[in-house]
């Protein structure tokens, strides 16, 4: 049997992240978002706040959770 990877575009978030919102991706390619798909699924993140995989409001950390709807996120 072969390996097939699918993406489940409601995952897909399309807001601007906080601007403490750290990912190893944002090191290798400059980018938070990354158009590659073997990119795109990298998920460590950190607070750069914090330097933990949990944010200042002890919520996880991650692109589709540090959005405006949090205390502690900030814009651009």
């Given at each position: 049997?072969?390996?097939q990877r699918?993406?489940?575009?409601?995952?897909?978030?399309?807001?601007?992240?906080?601007?403490?919102?750290?990912?190893?991706?944002?090191?290798?390619?400059?980018?938070?978002?990354?158009?590659?798909?073997?990119?795109?699924?990298?998920?460590?993140?950190?607070?750069?706040?914090?330097?933990?995989?949990?944010?200042?409001?002890?919520?996880?950390?991650?692109?589709?959770n540090c959005?405006g709807s949090?205390?502690?996120?900030?814009?651009?």
């Amino acid at each position: 049997m072969s390996y097939q990877r699918t993406v489940n575009e409601s995952d897909v978030t399309a807001g601007p992240a906080c601007v403490h919102l750290r990912s190893k991706a944002m090191y290798v390619t400059g980018d938070l978002n990354p158009s590659h798909l073997d990119e795109a699924g990298s998920h460590y993140c950190w607070c750069n706040l914090t330097q933990h995989i949990v944010g200042p409001d002890d919520a996880p950390v991650d692109r589709c959770n540090c959005v405006g709807s949090r205390e502690c996120y900030h814009a651009r």
